[in-house]
């Protein structure tokens, strides 16, 4: 066939040419990419019979499993796009995407059914759940938790008895694949919209940046609604590669982690510093054979050079790449990462522009910054660039503008936010943010949301939270309250109000009730003498 | 040593200072314990209890409960 232009046609290629060749492992279970392109057939046809239009929004909304790999490739079979529900989110949150992005169908296993009935507001009614139950045996006799009146329920059984023609495909390459939702720094997480040629220009790069081949074992440890596993996934597809997703459970304990990856024979691995951090730290690299590992790939955030350079020494076979870019654009630059200077302290570059994207950062003059040293918001162009935020034209509008550069016909570039400098070698290094964006163990979060969060409560009258780096646990989030006049408030109940509303990492470590919170000369919030107060609690 | 862990976890990581936490409790099924919280806890438990843990330590079964977290500390201050 044609070069695919649609992410599930690097399934039903890859199928056709390879179909024994093993897709995913996930415990003792595997599928070959045969065997998952008919169960995606299968799984697509029922979910069309149920009225699953092209365009609509599809939840998924499952732990690490077959099952997680199953649902993306159907639903997009479908011409329908997939909405990852983070599983370990709290349901007034998942309630939230659910009614913004109009979910109706929804992917779900016989084993997480318990919290949704709580995710399904009136206003957004759950027409159809499907469990995937790929993962449980044949004979199994869980039982769903009950579901809200009206909602048809299909089990696993009616999917696998449906006949394995592949549907008429409706989809073209600007269609959306997939909506990730991210911190909105408003008050409530927006919706990037990603269409397949958005996530096949980063495949496709990706995949030949890896020189991932049908003999590789690449780990899925990000979540489905990270960006990261884009990559685990498709590139993965593309190539015939086995893709080994990581159950949750396991990275908690980074020795657990090893023993997978020694014994699943991982090859290509990627994730957020944080996640190789513990892995130094704690993983007993020494005591296991990680040959294997051929390249290690890592994202969101600064990977502390001490501990990357500890990493490079227990590993030395491997490459490590240094990969950028936010869920908007995806990975649009890349550095590779040579032997380190013993003394070298700064930390690495993000590099220089991946195939089929440009970058270019704009300094306070509003021109492109050309020389080492010179500062300015890095700039994305190319095909990588998501449709917009979904539902959110003004804030959409912010990020991706008019290319000022271009005087021969509109585009579109999309301005990061991130504050970038050039080095002596031409790669771009990563300075800062110009506004409350934080990173906090690779994931993204606007203080900004967590403060209108807070603001919420009726005995917050005024609110500052701010992030103070710690070396292993990422950032600390603090909140400055100042509660209403005569209110009692405990941090235990704001801990919970915001547990009720929020991702856990996202919930404030440190709380601090103040009966006024400072100001600067010009009156707004003095962040820094907060952070001071903080950095020594 | 188990009360005084028991509070921590309870205040820290639960983060509700009056919740009631068995000491048989199984802390990872339950979801208390997640990979932050285990750093976090094992921070605590070194400082004070005064020893150092070794990564080949830091394994599911020394963390299963209280109970077995305690045994563990011991094991370390006995050396």
Known sequence: ?537 | MESLTNAYICRELIRKPEFQLKNDTLLLESKIIDSVALLKLVIFLEKQFGFVMHPEELIPENFKTIDAICTYVRSKQGK
């Open chain 1, 1 to 537: 066939m044609t070069t695919p232009y649609l992410l599930h046609q690097l399934l039903t290629e890859t199928a056709r040419r390879s179909p024994e060749q093993t897709a995913v492992t996930f415990g003792e279970r595997s599928l070959s990419y045969s065997v998952l392109d008919t169960l995606t057939n299968q799984l697509a046809a029922v979910l069309r019979a149920r009225r699953v239009a092209k365009g609509e929004r599809v939840g998924v909304y499952v732990s690490k499993s077959l099952a997680s790999v199953v649902s993306i490739f159907a639903i997009m079979k479908t011409g329908a796009c997939y909405v990852p529900l983070d599983p370990s989110a709290p349901t007034q949150r998942l309630a939230y995407m659910v009614r913004d992005s109009g979910i109706k169908a929804l992917l779900t296993s016989t084993m997480k059914t318990t919290a949704i009935q709580d995710m399904f507001p009136h206003d957004c009614p759950l027409s159809t759940v499907v469990l995937v139950d790929c993962d449980l045996p044949a004979e199994h006799t869980s039982i769903p938790s009950p579901m809200p009146a009206g909602v048809s329920v299909v089990p696993w059984n009616e999917i696998i008895a449906e006949p394995a023609t592949p549907l008429t495909e409706l989809a073209v390459e600007t269609d959306t694949a997939y909506i990730l939702y991210t911190s909105g720094s408003t008050g409530a997480p927006k919706g990037v919209m990603i269409s397949h040629r958005n996530s096949l220009t980063f495949v496709n790069w990706a995949g030949d940046c890896v020189g991932l081949t049908s003999a590789d074992r690449v780990s899925n440890h990000a979540p489905l609604h990270f960006d990261l596993s884009a990559f685990d996934i498709f590139a993965s597809c593309r190539a015939g590669a086995r893709i080994v997703p990581v159950p949750e459970e396991t990275s908690t304990f980074p020795i657990e982690l090893v023993k997978l990856i020694e014994r699943e024979r991982i090859s290509v691995w990627y994730s957020v510093p944080t996640a190789l951090t513990r892995l130094v730290l704690y993983g007993n690299l020494d005591a296991h054979d990680l040959s294997c590992l051929r390249t290690i790939i890592f994202a969101g955030e600064v990977f502390p050079t001490k501990y990357l350079r500890k990493l490079m020494a227990a590993l030395p076979q491997a490459r490590y790449l240094n990969w950028y870019g936010p869920a908007e654009t995806n990975v649009c630059t890349f550095y590779e990462v040579p032997e380190l200077d013993p003394d070298r302290t700064a930390p690495i570059p993000i590099g220089k522009a991946c195939a089929n994207s440009e970058v270019f950062a704009v300094n306070d003059a509003g021109d492109k910054v050309t020389r080492p040293g010179e500062a300015g918001n890095l700039y994305v162009r190319g095909p990588s660039l998501m449709q917009g935020y979904l539902g959110r034209p003004k804030e959409t509008a912010k990020s991706l503008v008019r290319n000022p550069f271009n005087t021969l016909f509109d585009e579109l570039v999309f301005i990061t936010g991130d504050i970038v400098t050039l080095d002596d070698n031409g790669n771009y290094v990563f300075l800062g943010r110009e506004d409350g964006m934080i990173k906090t163990r690779g994931y993204r979060v606007e203080l900004g949301e967590i403060e209108t969060v807070l603001y919420g409560h009726p005995a917050i009258d005024e609110v500052a939270v701010l992030s103070i780096p710690d070396e292993i646990l990422g950032n600390r989030l603090c909140a400055a309250i100042r509660p209403h006049e005569n209110a009692t408030l405990s941090r235990e109940e704001v801990v919970a109000f915001c547990s009720q509303r929020l991702p856990r990492y996202m919930v404030p470590d440190l709380i601090d009730f103040r009966q006024t919170i400072p100001k600067t000369s010009t009156g707004k919030t003095d962040r820094v003498n907060l952070a001071h107060t903080f950095s020594k609690q």
